[in-house]
């Protein structure tokens, strides 16, 4: 069927090719940058698939930490509450 089938590589055969794909960020405004990536890592996927190894695009990896934490913060300024006024714990849980 084509579909990446994970198996544990053996000397000699080709290395799968495996590109992670991020989602959007927290703010959910999609732009260029966006698009971009997007195509790009679309031709990476296709161009390995083609050379015959084994390829996975994986969506999924976040990569929006900072600017997650950032609207956090927003919002809980917005209370009148900051991070250091709960504790590394409670604003992480």
């Not at 940058?33 to 969506?59: C, N, S």
């Amino acid at each position: 069927s084509g579909m990446f089938k994970p198996v544990p590589y053996k000397k000699g055969e080709k290395k799968s090719f495996v590109l992670p794909m991020p989602p959007p960020n927290v703010t959910g405004g999609l732009h260029m940058g966006h698009a971009m990536f997007v195509a790009l890592q679309d031709i990476l996927a296709r161009y390995h698939r083609m050379k015959g190894e084994p390829t996975l695009w994986l969506p999924g990896t976040d990569h929006a930490g900072i600017a997650t934490q950032l609207l956090v913060e927003r919002a809980l300024n917005a209370e009148g509450v900051s991070r250091y006024d709960l504790g590394r714990d409670k604003f992480l849980g």
